[in-house]
């Protein structure tokens, strides 16, 4: 049987929530379709030392604070999951955990959404995926020869899954960097830290409060017709939180240059010389999840969906949230995110 809502939003994570937020105060019957089993989002399946750039007051989701979290300045993701746990219970917010949604397609002129389990009639949809469950992968030369171990940052949790290892960490970003940074500390892994670039730090003092600010005076100025400020990307690549300074100034954390090539058992390097490893860690990002908006045809030349703010272009009744500064300021971070959610769902008010 099909169901008939407003509003279909699609993921449940920090993006999904935010919007339900707003749903509810404009009074729209809505419902929030989240493929994960339990509250939380992707917080759930961070590594174990992972804590936020900001502090508590400025992570927060529209209409709650997030509480300290008691002995740390900045949140671990546990904390972050109670959070996101306990704002979905305070708002009573219509989450469906467990319920994929396959495809969202045009039906006799209305929208139709197709989960694993049900399907849903909306007048409206926002997608709220996020990126998680689409981690990338590079193609590199022997990549599918090596025999050791290959794994993304989404399945990365502690040292200890690697004590008395060889490991090459991939990737010159945040992940990247703070997953070497979690290993060389250990003292018991031998770590290789390998970037594109040389590894660009941020000054010590920046966290996520600037980063925000940043990332929101770049979307101004461009909205506005003015030079582009660079944002956060004019300022480094990393945050250099806690143990990323640490490891650093211990000279535990110095990038290599990419290797050439993996082979059976390790890698070469473009000298020609070779080390043997044990496992590859690849924290080489991630690509929006976007494969349920398929049937629309949405996608642009370049693979992008081309949107005002966070409305399709293609599809006005279809809004986009939570994926970056495409769909609005650092809108794929917990503060950044509360409001392009209040913009898509004031739009989508007005369209009903």
Not at 14 to 42: E, W
Not at 96 to 116: F, I, K, P, S, Y
Not at 249 to 275: C, E, H
Request: aromatic fraction near 6%; proline fraction near 7%; charge should be neutral.
């Amino acid at each position: 049987m099909t169901q008939h809502v407003d509003v279909v939003v699609v993921g449940g994570g920090q993006a999904g929530l935010a919007a339900g937020y707003h749903l509810r105060r404009q009074g729209l019957d809505f419902v929030i379709l989240d493929a994960g089993a339990a509250p939380g989002g992707s917080w759930q399946h961070m590594w174990d030392s992972l804590h936020l750039f900001s502090p508590a007051e400025h992570s927060s989701l529209p209409g709650r604070l997030m509480p300290a979290q008691v002995g740390e300045t900045y949140p671990g993701a546990g904390h972050v999951v109670d959070y996101l746990a306990d704002y979905e219970k305070r708002y009573d917010l219509p989450v469906q955990h467990g319920t994929r949604v396959d495809a969202v397609r045009r039906d006799a002129g209305r929208l139709l959404v197709e989960a694993d389990s049900s399907t849903w009639q909306p007048r409206a949809v926002i997608s709220a995926t996020g990126s998680w469950s689409r981690p990338f992968l590079p193609t590199v030369p022997g990549r599918s020869l090596f025999n050791g171990r290959q794994l993304h940052t989404v399945n990365y949790r502690s040292p200890a899954d690697f004590a008395g290892q060889r490991v090459v960490v991939v990737g010159g970003g945040n992940s990247g960097a703070q997953i070497a940074a979690d290993l060389a500390l250990d003292g018991h892994v031998e770590v290789t830290w390998v970037t594109q670039r040389p590894p660009r730090f941020l000054p010590d003092d920046i966290d996520g409060r600037a980063l925000f600010d940043v990332a929101t005076a770049r979307r101004r100025a461009l909205d506005a017709g003015r030079s582009d400020t660079g944002g956060v990307a004019s300022l480094g690549d990393i945050v250099a939180v806690p143990t990323v300074r640490a490891a650093r100034d211990a000279g535990l954390l110095s990038g290599k240059p990419m290797f050439a090539q993996l082979t059976a058992d390790g890698v070469r390097w473009v000298d020609g010389s070779q080390s043997c490893v044990d496992a590859v860690i690849w924290c080489t990002g991630f690509r929006p999840a976007l494969s349920h908006l398929a049937p629309l045809g949405l996608r642009g030349p370049r693979g992008r969906i081309p949107t005002d703010g966070t409305r399709t272009l293609d599809e006005p009744r279809l809004h986009m949230l939570g994926y970056g500064d495409w769909t609005g300021p650092a809108s794929a971070t917990l503060i950044g995110v509360g409001r392009p959610a209040r913009d898509a769902v004031r739009h989508i008010a007005t369209l009903l």
